[in-house]
Structures are given as C-alpha cells and as structure tokens.
C-alpha cells in the first residue's frame, strides 16, 4: 500500500493507492471517492462481534466499518469529518491509544478494539473508553483542527487537556487531574488535564469540540453547564 497526503492544513484528502489483492478499512462517511477495480465491503470490522459492540457501545465508534479491496490496482480517498489534520502511522506490532472520534482508517492486520482507563471520566465530554489501535500496518488519524505530534523522551512530561488529545503510544505512561482543584473547574475555565511520560508520542490537536459547542449554546442562551463542566442542551 501507498498514501499521500494531499490538500491544505484544514482541509486534507488521504489518497491510498492499493496493489491487487489489498485492502484497507475506513470508518463510514470518511470515502471520498474510488477507482475502477476497488470493491467495497460493509462489515462489523476487526476483533469479533463483541468487541465490535462493545467499541460502537463504550468507544463512540459505528458499529460497521468499510473496506475497500483492490480487484486490481486503484486508488480511495478518503476525508475527515471536520477541519483539520490526518496523520499516517505505521505499526509494526505496537499499540496506539486514540481518541474515539480520530480514527479515520486502517490497514487490515490493525485490529480496533476499546480500553477502559479507569473509572474517572478521561475526556470532558465523559469517555472513559479509548480505542485501541494494534498490530501491524498503518493507520490514519485526524484531527480537529491543527495535529501535533510531540516525541517524549525517557522520563520526559507534559501536561496536555484531554480535549485535545488525538493518540498516544502504549509506552506513554499518563495520569490525569484537575489543575487548581474545583476552583480552577469553576471559575478557570479548565476541565481534565492528563500528565504524559515518556518515552513514546503524544498527537494534540489544537482545538476541541467541546469548547466550540459550549461557545455556540452559550452565545444563542440555550443550554446551561452540567456536573462535568459540559454545557446541557435545555431544548
């Protein structure tokens, strides 16, 4: 398989060129486009019919996945959902941990499956699933606006909001907390931020969707800060 990237920071296309025989699984709405001799597959996708429930019931992910085979050699594109950036990975038997909404596609040895990490909720808007992305072959994640990918060191931190993680490695250690405890919370402004440790990376976006919605149900005066510093829809 070959990729390239093409288009402009905000608006990226992911062109995969695929040999006679492979194939590659995207989530459904991330086709752009396909050429003459590629097939597509609807299905439940990689890790068994429990898993897959699981990942569409926990991890926010569809429960079908489409694949794309090549009966001879051709091309798919494929777009994110939202402005931003897609980023290529290869896994040669390494795991990465990804945000539910920054999974675009994978080759077809990179099983998705889902992770709970911990009872405290990780993101703002109350996941307290990851997906988990392993195996070997490469996969392609994107981003709310800007992705950044930051190389951590042995031993090295950082602290990140959650809203704005896209992936991390398996060797990243992390822990979250509350910068400024419930004062920070109400009146800062802050939600959950997570403490990185390396070595391994780290991909951020810099921007989020909560924020954005919370500033849009502000601005029209329809909603009103829940338990977990989300805004509630009063409609």
Known sequence: MEYEITG???FPEVQVTLAQGEQITAEPGAMLSYSTGIEMDTSTGSGGMM????????????????????QSRGTVRFVPPAPGDVSGRFLDQDTVYAESGSFL????????STEFQGASKFFRSGDVF??????????????????????LG?????????????????????????????????FGGEGKVAEFT??????????????LAEKVIKEEGGGEEDDDGGVTDLL
Request: aromatic letters at 8%.
């Open 154 to 186: 042995q031993g090295e931190q950082i602290n990140i909001d959650t809203d704005h993680i896209v992936a991390f490695d398996s060797s990243v250690q992390y822990s979250t907390f509350r910068p400024g405890g419930l004062k920070s919370r109400a």
């Open 105 to 112: 596609a994978a080759e077809p040895n990179v099983t998705i």
């Open 198 to 211: 390396g070595p391994g990376s780290v991909w951020l976006q810099n921007r989020d969707f909560e924020s």
């Open 51 to 70: 898993d897959t429930a699981k990942r569409a019931a926990l991890g926010g992910e569809s429960v079908f996945m489409n694949t794309f085979v090549a």
């Open 130 to 151: 990851l997906l988990k992305l392993s195996g070997v072959g490469t996969i392609f994640l994107d981003s709310y606006g800007a992705m950044r990918q930051i190389e």
């Open 8 to 10: 402009d920071s905000a």
